[in-house]
């Protein structure tokens, strides 16, 4: 578990590539001045070019309005920028209830909930592990996984090593993201905004 005398750092440790690495050096000043933290970019070609931007407070919460909020600030930065090559569609959204684990204290903060881990190399020929968080230490995450003939362990990964985490979708998991959001005030989950060039539009994800 989690020694208490330990600081565990809030810096993201998955960085963006390519296109999405040159938006995340624009837009995460812009969101840490609005009070925001960056989860991730991805830039995709799903029906056209979209610039999805994944944000949260530093308590966790998102709401529409948060999203709108980034939206317009973002959006003039990027236009005179114009690092985006053809015409595109920028989304600004929560990291949702199954949300991508990219800061060491992402793991301290979801203890106990089901994730998947996928390391950048093997570790004795598994680059995949499943199972619950216990936490984040020594520079290690910690994960109670299933190692088959060797039965549940809890296991070290190495930050350094990790090349994507996420929460898994789990009824657990929902009552505790619904817990957590009624404990800020909030009616739901998560909230997520669309914004186009010249049309705003507004996706709310229903009450659980």
């Known amino acids: 578990m989690q020694n208490s005398d330990q600081v565990v750092t809030s810096d993201r440790f998955i960085q963006e590539t390519g296109l999405a690495s040159d938006l995340a050096q624009l ?7 609005l009070g925001f933290r960056l989860v991730r970019i991805e830039v995709s070609g799903r029906e056209g070019k979209t610039v999805q931007i994944m ?36 989304e600004v959204s929560s990291p949702g209830i199954d949300r991508p684990l990219v800061r060491p204290s992402d793991f301290v903060d979801w203890a106990g909930s089901e994730a998947k881990i996928e390391l950048k190399s093997p570790i004795e020929g598994r680059k995949r592990f499943r199972g619950a968080l ?10 109670e996984a299933d190692l088959g003939e060797d039965g549940v362990k809890t296991i070290g990964l190495a930050i350094g090593l990790i090349s994507t985490a996420r929460l ?38 229903e009450d659980l």
Do not use: N
């Open 27 to 33: 837009v995460e000043p812009v969101l840490d001045s």
């Open 55 to 90: 944000a949260e407070r530093p308590d966790g919460s998102m709401t529409i309005d948060d999203c709108e909020m980034v939206s317009k600030a973002v959006s003039p930065i990027l236009d005179v920028q114009d690092i985006v090559s053809e015409a595109y569609r920028l």
């Open 134 to 143: 216990e936490g984040f230490e020594d520079g290690e995450v910690l994960i």
């Open 168 to 205: 898994v979708l789990t009824d657990d998991l929902i009552r505790e993201a619904l817990r957590r959001a009624k404990a800020k005030g909030k009616e739901q989950l998560g909230d997520g905004v669309e914004a186009d060039p010249d049309e705003l539009k507004t996706d709310d994800l």
